[in-house]
């Protein structure tokens, strides 16, 4: 053994606790650290429900609801949360998709449109961007129905699958050159209730395992000056919470057992915890009003080994944040590779690609384009 | 010294204080905002030049040359009024003549500009002073400034039009940009120094184009520090970039995509039925493994375009169907060799030796056809022969390239039978008449309903196979702060950027 690694060696024998609490400090006690020191305590936390632990694991919420107990009532947090922010995306959606319409000043008359993004803004709680659509009854037999349905699920009397028989079109025009096809502007936030609801019938007991929740909460960091001092603010956090969580695998792949460096690797746990924890900080800073942020979380939570997939390490929120963050930050059509890779398993948010998809063309409407071999 | 040997490279240079230094495939032979075609001349033409309008970080139409336009009532002209504060890289003031010059250049057909789309909305510009420029329009425009990004030339470094690909510009080009360009380097490098006389503070003194034709050796020059940046990282050299703590990932160029180009104009491809043919001979999956991640595509779109066709089914290798089709047209098998009149099936391909896994994905493809009885000869092109043999002489049976789009995916340069960047000589009438309705279109939906349909049309003539969108990101040492990259042109928000 090379003399500078046994100095190294014995250097780290020797530091006090306070030392050793700087680098790796944030998963000392966490539930990576417990499963690491001790692996035979994964298998008594996941005896019950294994399957529906293991799709936990790896981010497939539908595959854990199946399963029931503790990883069921996980999943209906994990998908209250996720609707949570495809709704607001939603709403900022037809938000842009109303006033880039009123900047053009040709709104088509007699058009659906216009009530359909006051119901939505209205929907989101934002009553006052509301106030300046139409508002009152629905202006059409089919978006009518479609309210009651809504309205029964978010008072428990329908379920998710009766909301996924709705389909994505709300209402239908007849335009100049065309048919004009509305999405459902309620939908993603009926989901939310109808998971929500769930969630809190079946509270778990097990609230660590394979989640962002650490034993010392993380908060955002301060608010840059402006958007880009922001995002570099954010970045700057991403790479010392790095740097800890670096300093832990190094020191906890040296002293664990060789069952506990398994998981370790095998589960990819720290990846794994490092991207739900950036998820929670990208959802915590949508709700700041931080799109930039978000999007740094976002962006640096990431596996870009199979960035169009949902795995142990990017969640369908994940994507959902990343959306959200693009489109905050006028990247609409940035915001649609990110939604592109929820459709095929989300079919709910077939309406919500749509709506962007038509905000990219009404963006681009008065452009020339520019390609480049 | 042409190329740097792979040693040279790895080798540690120190970074100048402010230096950015960033790779490319293939530097730029000129820096020349009329006949740029790759995205490593847009990117070039990002730090020394400028359009009248530019994008702000939120991607929203903002002034750059410009100060303002107005609009007429009728939206058949507008003036616009231009910045007085500034000036040329050689010292000279921009006035409304470089606006009104530039405009002519683009349209005058002897320039042979590939960029002379960008103004054809324009009837007539004429400078009314040295800052206010009137432009009258083909048809009511609602918003002209967000088409006049197009980038603006000095009259006084030229003659009288029409502007020509070898004038001494190309090599000693004048811009009002961030950064001017300083010097070719006998590395083929580029330097780009500081504009002092720029409007805006920049944050980096210099900027280094790095040409580096072997991509292998690209990520190491970053982990090495050697460069700063890093446009498009190889999928195979993502993970130790990602794990590496000195250096971020960003997305960048996510619309674009690879084809192999059909010769329609050649007779022996010009039947659709023979083109589909030779596509279900291809294993498509099988030439992406080796490339990196992506998604396989059906038509002229990515997937996450607005205008992709869901209901495009994938094409999938069909040897029993491409038999028939190519027995119906004429052909005949015989032995392990596809014949026609009596001859055995050759087909020339070319590819551009500076695309990157190119000669991967040709050798499998040569290898794939021979075993379905078509020899396929390869040749690769510099950008020279490239624009020689594919651009101007049309001489190739398939070629195998990419395109890449800004946000507004117009594909009309592509597939419209008059679009200047046509190179396989796709024409269908339908199409045309589809593309032109998009064009026209006031209503978003209607755009995107007439776009999709084009997916569907294109992808049942195939003018091209269509391969596939890899996921594609930039790295950026993390000693570059305040970056953010614009999703096409890299570069417009780099004056922003800082070293630390």
Request: proline share 5%.
């Given at each position: 053994m090379p003399a500078w690694l046994v100095l190294a060696l014995l250097h780290a024998c020797s530091t006090t606790p306070e030392e050793s609490a700087?680098?790796?400090?944030?998963?000392?006690?966490?539930w990576v650290d417990q499963i690491v020191k001790d692996p035979g305590s994964l298998a008594g936390r996941i005896t019950e429900h294994r399957e529906g632990w293991t799709a936990l694991h790896r981010n497939d919420w539908r595959g854990a609801l199946a399963s029931g107990g503790d990883p069921a009532a996980r999943a209906h947090e994990e998908l209250s949360r996720f609707y949570r922010v495809l709704a607001s995306l939603d709403a900022e959606a037809w938000s842009r998709s109303g006033a880039r319409w009123q900047r053009r000043g040709?709104?088509?008359?007699?058009?659906l449109l216009p009530w359909l993004v006051g119901a939505s803004l209205l929907d989101a709680g934002r009553d006052e961007e509301a106030s300046v659509w139409p508002a009152g009854p629905p202006p059409a037999p089919e978006l009518e129905a479609r309210k009651r349905v809504h309205d029964a699920a978010r008072a428990g009397a329908e379920s998710a699958a009766r909301l996924g028989e709705l389909?994505?079109?709300a209402a239908s025009e007849a335009g100049a050159d065309g048919t004009r096809e509305f999405a459902d502007p309620w939908l993603l936030r009926s989901f939310a209730h109808v998971e929500s609801r769930a969630a809190e019938a079946q509270a778990p007991?097990?609230?660590?395992?394979?989640?962002?929740?650490?034993r010392t909460p993380i908060d955002l960091v301060a608010r840059g000056a402006d958007a880009v001092t922001d995002a570099e603010a954010c970045r700057e956090h991403v790479r010392r919470l790095d740097a800890d969580l670096d300093g832990w695998r190094t020191s906890a792949g040296l002293a664990a057992a060789v069952e506990g460096r398994q998981l370790l690797e095998e589960l990819r746990l720290v990846e794994g915890v490092r991207a739900r924890l950036l998820t929670d900080l990208g959802v915590a800073a949508l709700r700041a009003e931080r799109p930039t942020c978000a999007l740094a979380y976002g962006q640096m939570a990431l596996d870009y080994e199979s960035p169009r997939a949902t795995g142990v390490v990017n969640s369908p929120t994940l994507f959902a944040v990343v959306a959200s963050g693009q489109l905050q930050t006028g990247r609409t059509r940035e915001a649609l590779d990110a939604i592109e890779v929820l459709r095929a398993d989300w079919p709910e948010v077939a309406g919500l690609d749509e709506t962007l998809s038509t905000l990219v063309v009404l963006e681009g409407m008065d452009r020339s384009g520019d390609s480049r071999e | 010294m042409r190329a740097l040997t792979p040693l040279l490279l790895l080798l540690p240079l120190a970074a100048q204080a402010g230096n950015l230094r960033y790779a490319e495939d293939l530097a730029p032979a000129i820096v020349h905002p009329l006949y740029g075609s790759s995205m490593a001349e847009a990117r070039a033409n990002e730090l020394a030049f400028e359009g009248l309008y530019t994008d702000d970080v939120e991607l929203a139409t903002t002034p750059a040359l410009a100060l303002s336009t107005e609009l007429a009532a009728d939206k058949l002209s507008a003036v616009v009024t231009l910045r007085s504060d500034v000036a040329w890289h050689d010292g000279q003031a921009f006035t409304a003549a470089d606006v009104v010059f530039t405009i002519k250049a683009l349209q005058d057909?002897?320039?042979?500009?590939?960029?002379s789309g960008r103004v054809a909305w324009i009837k007539e510009a004429v400078a009314l002073d040295n800052t206010h420029v009137k432009l009258t329009f083909v048809r009511p425009e609602g918003r002209p400034e967000d088409k006049l990004y197009f980038k603006i030339l000095p009259q006084?470094?030229?003659?009288?039009?029409?502007?020509?690909?070898?004038?001494?510009?190309?090599?000693?080009p004048v811009g009002?940009?961030?950064?001017?360009?300083?010097q070719f380097n006998e590395d083929n490098s580029i330097t780009f120094s500081k504009?002092?006389?720029?409007?805006n503070p920049v944050g980096i003194d210099q900027i280094t184009l790095r040409?580096?034709?072997?991509?292998?050796y690209q990520a190491k020059l970053v982990l090495y520090e050697?460069?700063?940046?890093?446009v498009r990282v190889l999928p195979r050299d993502l993970a130790i970039l990602k794990n590496n703590r000195k250096v971020d990932l960003y997305p960048y160029q996510t619309n674009s995509w690879w084809y192999l180009g059909y010769?329609?104009?050649r007779p022996a491809l010009a039947n659709p039925a023979v083109r589909r043919a030779l596509s279900e001979l291809v294993d498509v999956d099988s030439l992406l493994a080796p490339v990196g991640t992506g998604a396989r595509i059906?038509?002229?779109?990515?997937?996450?375009?607005?205008?992709?066709?869901?209901?495009v089914p994938m094409l999938a290798p069909d040897a029993d169907d491409a038999e028939t089709a190519l027995t119906a047209a004429g052909y005949a098998q015989e032995g392990d060799h596809w014949t026609q009149g009596g001859k055995p099936v050759v087909l020339k391909a070319v590819a551009h030796?500076?695309?990157?896994s190119v000669q991967e994905v040709a050798i499998n493809l040569q290898s794939q056809l021979e075993s379905a009885g078509i020899k396929l000869e390869v040749q690769f092109l510099d950008d020279a022969a490239w624009k020689q043999r594919?651009?101007?002489?049309?001489?190739?049976d398939l070629m195998l390239s990419q395109w890449t789009f800004d946000?507004?995916?117009?594909i009309s340069e592509q597939f419209?039978?008059?679009?200047?960047?046509n190179f396989v000589g796709y024409s269908n009438p339908a199409v045309d008449a589809l593309l032109d309705k998009a064009r026209d279109a006031t209503d978003p939906f209607a755009r995107k309903a007439a776009l999709r349909e084009v997916h569907k049309l294109v992808a049942a003539d195939q003018?091209?196979?269509f391969l596939w969108t890899l996921d594609s990101y930039a790295a950026m040492a993390?000693?570059?702060?305040?970056v953010v990259v614009h999703p096409?042109?890299?570069?417009?928000?780099?004056?922003q950027w800082s070293m630390k």
């Amino acid at each position: 053994m090379p003399a500078w690694l046994v100095l190294a060696l014995l250097h780290a024998c020797s530091t006090t606790p306070e030392e050793s609490a700087s680098p790796g400090g944030l998963l000392e006690g966490s539930w990576v650290d417990q499963i690491v020191k001790d692996p035979g305590s994964l298998a008594g936390r996941i005896t019950e429900h294994r399957e529906g632990w293991t799709a936990l694991h790896r981010n497939d919420w539908r595959g854990a609801l199946a399963s029931g107990g503790d990883p069921a009532a996980r999943a209906h947090e994990e998908l209250s949360r996720f609707y949570r922010v495809l709704a607001s995306l939603d709403a900022e959606a037809w938000s842009r998709s109303g006033a880039r319409w009123q900047r053009r000043g040709d709104l088509p008359a007699g058009s659906l449109l216009p009530w359909l993004v006051g119901a939505s803004l209205l929907d989101a709680g934002r009553d006052e961007e509301a106030s300046v659509w139409p508002a009152g009854p629905p202006p059409a037999p089919e978006l009518e129905a479609r309210k009651r349905v809504h309205d029964a699920a978010r008072a428990g009397a329908e379920s998710a699958a009766r909301l996924g028989e709705l389909g994505w079109s709300a209402a239908s025009e007849a335009g100049a050159d065309g048919t004009r096809e509305f999405a459902d502007p309620w939908l993603l936030r009926s989901f939310a209730h109808v998971e929500s609801r769930a969630a809190e019938a079946q509270a778990p007991l097990e609230r660590e395992l394979f989640s962002g929740v650490l034993r010392t909460p993380i908060d955002l960091v301060a608010r840059g000056a402006d958007a880009v001092t922001d995002a570099e603010a954010c970045r700057e956090h991403v790479r010392r919470l790095d740097a800890d969580l670096d300093g832990w695998r190094t020191s906890a792949g040296l002293a664990a057992a060789v069952e506990g460096r398994q998981l370790l690797e095998e589960l990819r746990l720290v990846e794994g915890v490092r991207a739900r924890l950036l998820t929670d900080l990208g959802v915590a800073a949508l709700r700041a009003e931080r799109p930039t942020c978000a999007l740094a979380y976002g962006q640096m939570a990431l596996d870009y080994e199979s960035p169009r997939a949902t795995g142990v390490v990017n969640s369908p929120t994940l994507f959902a944040v990343v959306a959200s963050g693009q489109l905050q930050t006028g990247r609409t059509r940035e915001a649609l590779d990110a939604i592109e890779v929820l459709r095929a398993d989300w079919p709910e948010v077939a309406g919500l690609d749509e709506t962007l998809s038509t905000l990219v063309v009404l963006e681009g409407m008065d452009r020339s384009g520019d390609s480049r071999e | 010294m042409r190329a740097l040997t792979p040693l040279l490279l790895l080798l540690p240079l120190a970074a100048q204080a402010g230096n950015l230094r960033y790779a490319e495939d293939l530097a730029p032979a000129i820096v020349h905002p009329l006949y740029g075609s790759s995205m490593a001349e847009a990117r070039a033409n990002e730090l020394a030049f400028e359009g009248l309008y530019t994008d702000d970080v939120e991607l929203a139409t903002t002034p750059a040359l410009a100060l303002s336009t107005e609009l007429a009532a009728d939206k058949l002209s507008a003036v616009v009024t231009l910045r007085s504060d500034v000036a040329w890289h050689d010292g000279q003031a921009f006035t409304a003549a470089d606006v009104v010059f530039t405009i002519k250049a683009l349209q005058d057909r002897a320039t042979a500009s590939t960029e002379s789309g960008r103004v054809a909305w324009i009837k007539e510009a004429v400078a009314l002073d040295n800052t206010h420029v009137k432009l009258t329009f083909v048809r009511p425009e609602g918003r002209p400034e967000d088409k006049l990004y197009f980038k603006i030339l000095p009259q006084h470094a030229f003659g009288a039009l029409p502007l020509k690909r070898t004038d001494a510009f190309r090599t000693h080009p004048v811009g009002t940009g961030p950064w001017a360009l300083s010097q070719f380097n006998e590395d083929n490098s580029i330097t780009f120094s500081k504009w002092k006389s720029w409007r805006n503070p920049v944050g980096i003194d210099q900027i280094t184009l790095r040409e580096v034709a072997d991509k292998n050796y690209q990520a190491k020059l970053v982990l090495y520090e050697s460069l700063e940046a890093l446009v498009r990282v190889l999928p195979r050299d993502l993970a130790i970039l990602k794990n590496n703590r000195k250096v971020d990932l960003y997305p960048y160029q996510t619309n674009s995509w690879w084809y192999l180009g059909y010769n329609n104009k050649r007779p022996a491809l010009a039947n659709p039925a023979v083109r589909r043919a030779l596509s279900e001979l291809v294993d498509v999956d099988s030439l992406l493994a080796p490339v990196g991640t992506g998604a396989r595509i059906t038509g002229p779109f990515v997937p996450s375009s607005p205008y992709y066709n869901h209901d495009v089914p994938m094409l999938a290798p069909d040897a029993d169907d491409a038999e028939t089709a190519l027995t119906a047209a004429g052909y005949a098998q015989e032995g392990d060799h596809w014949t026609q009149g009596g001859k055995p099936v050759v087909l020339k391909a070319v590819a551009h030796q500076a695309l990157e896994s190119v000669q991967e994905v040709a050798i499998n493809l040569q290898s794939q056809l021979e075993s379905a009885g078509i020899k396929l000869e390869v040749q690769f092109l510099d950008d020279a022969a490239w624009k020689q043999r594919v651009w101007h002489d049309r001489d190739y049976d398939l070629m195998l390239s990419q395109w890449t789009f800004d946000r507004n995916e117009d594909i009309s340069e592509q597939f419209h039978s008059t679009g200047t960047r046509n190179f396989v000589g796709y024409s269908n009438p339908a199409v045309d008449a589809l593309l032109d309705k998009a064009r026209d279109a006031t209503d978003p939906f209607a755009r995107k309903a007439a776009l999709r349909e084009v997916h569907k049309l294109v992808a049942a003539d195939q003018p091209m196979l269509f391969l596939w969108t890899l996921d594609s990101y930039a790295a950026m040492a993390v000693k570059v702060r305040n970056v953010v990259v614009h999703p096409f042109y890299f570069f417009t928000f780099a004056p922003q950027w800082s070293m630390k």
